[in-house]
């Protein structure tokens, strides 16, 4: 399902970073491309103002800003970066022209030559025979060029070194027409990373500044405020304070040990999956976690995709393979047994755990792993049924996401691409029901035009968070090539063998990545039927703690995840502790709590709700996990 084995049933990227607000980026988003690209150039410019010695590679815009790739022998401090953001501002003040202008392959191969830039001498030989080769001036190049003599000028000796002179870059633009168009309090330069030329491990080791570009202050403001509540809601820090998960270096990176308090929460979070699906109509499996390597060479996936699959072990001198998908694993289950198109559909859901391998580099959190757990689901069905199907995926989508907090979607439809299997027909009649599916649930959507897997099109759903984040989550797949592949059957009403079409599908994506959008969506303050302590009772005094335990036993009789505080800290410390783990609700029990059988009852989202009977708060309990909200 969704990481990087693309093109992959359920298999389509992913990345570990969400998608940004619309609203930071509202307004005219070809602009905001020109500034950013603009902005990149400014900031390589003031670089080789700065620090001559340096060499450029590559800047490109990014969803929220930009980032310019570096060759230099010393890092950049932070000290740095504030001299080059001053710089960056003085050229924009001295709104400098910014000139396209086509170039010979020859001439600009000579001239890169003269400047001893040999990256981008890499670049201006990827460009194709043919293609046309344009760079981007910074100031006018006719005035620094008439400071020289007729002879032709060696742009060494051009190197900016003043405000009034010049700069390149070989560049496809877009750009804006001049410096002086960047409003020089909407930029700001953000960090320091390294990179490798060309994402290659094996070559030269560059530094990249990164930074970030609008179109006015105010949505700088905004960009740089959603970063830091980002920051505050981070996963992974969340999930050490309070204690739901690890990444354990021993064990090898990219293994997630869920520990006593986040396993309770997987645990509601797979039963409430189970039961949702088993009232929608699915059948649950469970398969192997591993299987002979001719398995994945028949599903075609060990020679499409095996940089992504971890090396194979030798049983009685044969090979195997560590799952990296489920999907053939379901479609051995069918065909177990010859089916009647009387049966179809047929839906087979799954909480498998697949082993993808991952570059170190690329491992973030729960985001990206090396073993997660997909909530899969195959439906095999009639070419007339797939409509149907799709819209209870599409509802049953709404009823899980809804419950878990997430209202606000965002909707692509991505349909044939060029290189594809399957016929004309099938794929229309996929298309179509798709579209279908789509406007019976009455949802907005774009349409990625050729954006579709090679065995079928696809419907993304990306959820947005309490900070406006989007989050690709969500996948429903319409699948010639598995069927074809293992040549699938169902004898059809007149007695003949047909195909049927095969849905893959997914709402969490992956149970750890979907686990890291809660902890980060409610900040760790998970709504009451989530939350892996409800109750905690903190006791006055050591006389209270019976009387406390009763109570614990009693809520736990009953389902709730009640404790006692058995720290014998004073109560105020009790409090404080219970904060910072985010318990939705305390109860504090004394001697008068104790003689009336009741409790001081105190919610994180309500404040003190004051002396409440068991009974009571059993009973506000009851509706807040019955409607999942906070209490």
Same mark, same amino acid.
């Given at each position: 399902?969704?990481?990087?084995?693309?093109?992959?049933?359920?298999?389509?990227?992913?990345?570990?970073?969400?998608?940004?607000?619309?609203?930071?980026?509202?307004?005219?988003?070809?602009?905001?491309?020109?500034?950013?690209?603009?902005?990149?150039?400014?900031?390589?410019?003031?670089?080789?103002?700065?620090?001559?010695?340096?060499?450029?590679?590559?800047?490109?815009?990014?969803?929220?800003?930009?980032?310019?790739?570096?060759?230099?022998?010393?890092?950049?401090?932070?000290?740095?970066?504030?001299?080059?953001?001053?710089?960056?501002?003085?050229?924009?003040?001295?709104?400098?022209?910014?000139?396209?202008?086509?170039?010979?392959?020859?001439?600009?191969?000579?001239?890169?030559?003269?400047?001893?830039?040999?990256?981008?001498?890499?670049?201006?030989?990827?460009?194709?025979?043919?293609?046309?080769?344009?760079?981007?001036?910074?100031?006018?190049?006719?005035?620094?060029?008439?400071?020289?003599?007729?002879?032709?000028?060696?742009?060494?000796?051009?190197?900016?070194?003043? %405000?009034?002179?010049?700069?390149?870059?070989?560049?496809?633009?877009?750009?804006?027409?001049?410096?002086?168009?960047?409003?020089?309090?909407?930029?700001?330069?953000?960090?320091?990373?390294?990179?490798?030329?060309?994402?290659?491990?094996?070559?030269?080791?560059?530094?990249?500044?990164?930074?970030?570009?609008?179109?006015?202050?105010?949505?700088?403001?905004?960009?740089?405020?959603?970063?830091?509540?980002?920051?505050?809601?981070?996963?992974?820090?969340?999930?050490?304070?309070?204690?739901?998960?690890?990444?354990?270096?021993?064990?090898?990176?990219?293994?997630?040990?869920?520990?006593?308090?986040?396993?309770?929460?997987?645990?509601?979070?797979?039963?409430?999956?189970?039961?949702?699906?088993?009232?929608?109509?699915?059948?649950?499996? +469970?398969? %192997?976690?591993?299987?002979?390597?001719?398995?994945?060479?028949?599903?075609?996936?060990?020679?499409?995709?095996?940089?992504?699959?971890?090396?194979?072990?030798?049983?009685?001198?044969?090979?195997?393979?560590?799952?990296?998908?489920?999907?053939?694993?379901?479609?051995?289950?069918?065909?177990?047994?010859?089916?009647?198109?009387?049966?179809?559909?047929?839906?087979?859901?799954?909480?498998?755990?697949?082993?993808?391998?991952?570059?170190?580099? #690329?491992?973030?959190?729960?985001?990206?792993?090396?073993?997660?757990?997909?909530?899969?689901?195959?439906?095999?069905?009639?070419?007339?049924?797939?409509?149907?199907?799709? *819209?209870?995926?599409?509802? *049953?989508?709404?009823?899980?996401?809804?419950?878990?907090?997430?209202?606000?979607?965002?909707?692509?439809?991505?349909?044939?691409?060029?290189?594809?299997?399957?016929?004309?027909?099938?794929?229309?009649?996929? #298309?179509?029901?798709?579209?279908?599916?789509?406007?019976?649930?009455?949802?907005?959507?774009?349409?990625?035009?050729?954006?579709?897997? +090679?065995?079928?099109?696809?419907?993304?759903?990306?959820?947005?968070?309490?900070?406006?984040?989007?989050?690709?989550?969500?996948?429903?797949?319409?699948? +010639?090539?598995?069927?074809?592949?293992?040549?699938?059957?169902?004898?059809?009403?007149?007695?003949?063998?047909?195909?049927?079409?095969?849905?893959?599908?997914?709402?969490?994506?992956?149970?750890?990545? +979907?686990?890291?959008?809660?902890?980060?969506?409610?900040?760790?303050?998970?709504?009451?039927?989530?939350?892996?302590?409800?109750?905690?009772?903190?006791?006055?005094?050591?006389?209270?703690?019976?009387?406390?335990?009763?109570?614990?036993?009693? *809520?736990?009789?009953?389902?709730?995840?009640?404790?006692?505080?058995?720290?014998?800290?004073?109560?105020?410390?009790?409090?404080?502790?219970?904060?910072?783990?985010?318990?939705?609700?305390?109860?504090?029990?004394?001697?008068?709590?104790?003689?009336?059988?009741?409790?001081?009852?105190?919610?994180?989202?309500?404040?003190?709700?004051?002396?409440?009977?068991?009974?009571?708060?059993?009973?506000?309990?009851?509706?807040?996990?019955?409607?999942?909200?906070?209490?």
């Amino acid at each position: 399902m969704p990481n990087q084995l693309a093109q992959s049933p359920l298999l389509s990227s992913e990345s570990a970073q969400p998608s940004h607000s619309k609203a930071l980026t509202q307004g005219n988003l070809e602009r905001l491309q020109q500034i950013r690209h603009s902005c990149a150039h400014i900031l390589a410019m003031s670089v080789q103002r700065l620090f001559p010695e340096t060499k450029v590679t590559i800047g490109p815009c990014t969803e929220t800003g930009f980032y310019y790739n570096f060759d230099r022998a010393s890092a950049f401090t932070p000290e740095d970066l504030g001299k080059i953001a001053t710089e960056m501002r003085r050229i924009i003040a001295a709104n400098l022209p910014i000139i396209r202008e086509a170039v010979d392959r020859a001439e600009i191969e000579a001239e890169i030559g003269a400047l001893n830039e040999p990256y981008k001498l890499e670049i201006l030989a990827g460009i194709a025979s043919g293609e046309t080769i344009t760079r981007y001036f910074i100031g006018s190049p006719d005035a620094g060029r008439a400071e020289h003599s007729e002879a032709e000028p060696s742009l060494l000796d051009l190197r900016p070194t003043a %405000p009034d002179e010049f700069w390149w870059d070989l560049c496809a633009g877009p750009h804006l027409d001049a410096t002086g168009e960047i409003n020089p309090d909407a930029f700001a330069l953000e960090s320091v990373a390294g990179a490798y030329w060309r994402g290659d491990e094996s070559n030269a080791q560059l530094q990249r500044i990164y930074g970030t570009a609008w179109e006015t202050p105010e949505q700088l403001q905004a960009y740089l405020h959603q970063k830091e509540e980002a920051k505050r809601r981070d996963h992974r820090q969340l999930g050490k304070l309070l204690k739901l998960f690890s990444l354990e270096e021993k064990a090898g990176g990219g293994l997630v040990f869920w520990h006593p308090k986040g396993a309770r929460i997987r645990r509601i979070i797979e039963d409430y999956w189970r039961e949702a699906h088993t009232q929608a109509g699915y059948e649950l499996l +469970f398969t %192997p976690h591993i299987a002979n390597l001719d398995l994945w060479k028949t599903s075609g996936h060990f020679d499409f995709y095996r940089e992504s699959m971890f090396d194979q072990m030798q049983i009685e001198s044969q090979a195997y393979q560590i799952r990296p998908m489920n999907c053939p694993f379901h479609v051995l289950t069918y065909q177990h047994d010859l089916h009647s198109y009387r049966e179809l559909p047929l839906r087979w859901a799954e909480l498998g755990t697949v082993y993808r391998y991952e570059r170190s580099g #690329t491992l973030h959190g729960l985001m990206r792993v090396r073993g997660f757990t997909q909530d899969d689901a195959h439906i095999f069905c009639l070419p007339e049924q797939v409509a149907g199907e799709i *819209l209870a995926v599409l509802n *049953l989508t709404e009823e899980i996401l809804s419950d878990f907090g997430f209202n606000n979607y965002e909707v692509n439809l991505s349909t044939r691409p060029d290189k594809s299997v399957g016929s004309d027909e099938i794929w229309s009649l996929a #298309t179509e029901s798709l579209q279908q599916a789509l406007s019976e649930k009455g949802w907005a959507y774009a349409t990625d035009e050729g954006g579709g897997a +090679f065995y079928g099109p696809k419907i993304d759903i990306k959820i947005r968070d309490a900070i406006g984040r989007l989050w690709q989550c969500s996948t429903i797949q319409v699948d +010639f090539n598995l069927p074809e592949r293992f040549g699938m059957e169902y004898v059809a009403a007149d007695g003949s063998r047909q195909r049927p079409i095969m849905i893959h599908r997914a709402i969490f994506g992956s149970l750890e990545r +979907f686990f890291g959008i809660l902890i980060e969506n409610y900040a760790g303050d998970f709504p009451l039927w989530l939350a892996p302590v409800q109750v905690r009772l903190l006791p006055v005094s050591e006389a209270q703690r019976a009387y406390a335990s009763e109570v614990v036993k009693t *809520l736990t009789r009953q389902g709730y995840r009640a404790e006692v505080d058995v720290s014998g800290d004073r109560l105020g410390k009790q409090v404080r502790t219970a904060e910072l783990e985010k318990i939705p609700v305390t109860a504090v029990v004394g001697k008068r709590e104790v003689e009336s059988h009741a409790l001081s009852v105190r919610t994180r989202q309500q404040g003190d709700l004051g002396t409440l009977p068991i009974d009571e708060l059993i009973a506000k309990m009851q509706i807040a996990i019955a409607q999942k909200t906070t209490l």
